[in-house]
Nanobody, 123 residues
Framework: QVQLVESGGGLVQPGGSLRLSCTATSLPYYVIGWFRQVPGQGREGVSVVVTSDDSTYYADSVKGRFTISRDNAKNTVYLQMNKLLPEDAAVYYC??????????????????WGPGTQVTVSS
């Protein structure tokens, strides 16, 4: 089955930008999601791309600031994060599931996860 690994996390000041990458060992399934989690809190959906038609979806909290995209030749999905806020700080994960054919922000519907990459937003 496909394996995912995230990269691109780091420390950035509020208002700054980061681009996260999610690279797969093979072509991903139809749906790729970005999630984030703060210790002690649940994992929340951030953005989803449906690769079959390249449709994209965003949580209200990141609309207008984050952009999800993909490069099929590199088996990679990106999350461009602009105008970062302190509340964006979290471990960011990408995920997929072979059964998904629609966009979902429910982490329980995803069963293939990367190990995560840390995003810290602090002045």
């Amino acid at each position: 089955q496909v394996q995912l690994v995230e990269s691109g996390g780091g420390l950035v000041q509020p208002g700054g930008s980061l681009r996260l990458s999610c690279t797969a060992t093979s072509l991903p399934y139809y749906v790729i999601g970005w999630f984030r989690q703060v210790p002690g809190q649940g994992r929340e959906g951030v953005s989803v791309v449906v690769t079959s038609d390249d449709s994209t979806y965003y949580a209200d909290s990141v609309k207008g600031r984050f952009t999800i995209s993909r490069d099929n030749a590199k088996n990679t999905v990106y999350l461009q994060m602009n105008k970062l806020l302190p509340e964006d700080a979290a471990v960011y994960y990408c995920a997929t599931d072979p059964r998904l054919r629609y966009a979902s922000f429910d982490p329980t519907e995803y069963h293939l996860w990367g190990p995560g990459t840390q995003v810290t937003v602090s002045s």
